[in-house]
T-cell receptor
Framework: QKEVEQDPGPLSVPEGAIVSLNCTYSNSAFQYFMWYRQYSRKGPELLMYTYSSGNKEDGRFTAQVDKSSKYISLFIRDSQPSDSATYLCAADNYGQNFVFGPGTRLSVLP | NAGVMQNPRHLVRRRGQEARLRCSPMKGHSHVYWYRQLPEEGLKFMVYLQKENIIDESGMPKERFSAEFPKEGPSILRIQQVVRGDSAAYFC????????????FGPGTRLLVL
């Protein structure tokens, strides 16, 4: 079993839709959870960073962590075509190395 | 991620040649991480370095691959006697020393082995 699992997609939604991206993880020692956005042929760009369980909001983006079910979510409100990218979740056991999910490819259609 | 510099951006090598990939971390960052990304796959951790020290190389193949982060200059990922399976995008990330610090990625080096 991979430590971080993620549906690779692709996921296609119409412009303006609410997007829900999800990951599950198996290592209960993970405490830090990140979402990265990666445009084609570019490096990953940090979007959101959360510690332990709870929600964090930044503009149109909301990250949610449920440690009891080992579930990580990223919600994108009012999605735009410019949100079309691959979204990578990652988890970290403080000071250890990041473990990335394989990424979900998102297409927001105008 | 604009602060992390990687060069070259594209590198073409023939089988058996050496590949050297460079990474300059973001200003003020002293931790460097190297990842490999194969097409349609996620990022795979290779090695974690601090200045003059390899902290964790558990993700790096035992043969042909080496990494360094000298006191002065960029971090180098070196692949000797490249094979076609080494073709991938190699990303470098850096982080600072503060607790709860996260990683910022460079634009990557795309290695193609002919």
């Amino acid at each position: 079993q991979k430590e971080v699992e993620q549906d690779p997609g692709p996921l296609s939604v119409p412009e303006g839709a609410i997007v829900s991206l999800n990951c599950t993880y198996s290592n209960s020692a993970f405490q830090y959870f990140m979402w990265y956005r990666q445009y084609s042929r570019k490096g990953p760009e940090l979007l959101m960073y959360t510690y332990s369980s709870g929600n964090k909001e930044d503009g149109r983006f909301t990250a949610q962590v449920d440690k009891s079910s080992k579930y990580i979510s990223l919600f994108i409100r009012d999605s735009q075509p410019s949100d079309s990218a691959t979204y990578l979740c990652a988890a970290d056991n403080y000071g250890q190395n990041f473990v990335f999910g394989p990424g979900t490819r998102l297409s927001v259609l105008p | 991620n604009a602060g992390v510099m990687q060069n070259p951006r594209h590198l073409v090598r023939r089988r058996g040649q050496e590949a050297r990939l460079r990474c300059s971390p973001m200003k003020g960052h002293s931790h460097v991480y190297w990842y490999r990304q194969l097409p349609e796959e996620g990022l795979k951790f290779m090695v974690y370095l601090q200045k003059e020290n390899i902290i964790d190389e558990s993700g790096m193949p035992k043969e042909r691959f080496s990494a360094e982060f000298p006191k002065e200059g960029p971090s180098i990922l070196r692949i000797q006697q490249v094979v076609r399976g080494d073709s991938a995008a190699y990303f470098c990330a850096s982080s600072g020393q503060a607790l709860q610090e996260t990683q910022y990625f460079g634009p990557g080096t795309r290695l193609l082995v002919l």
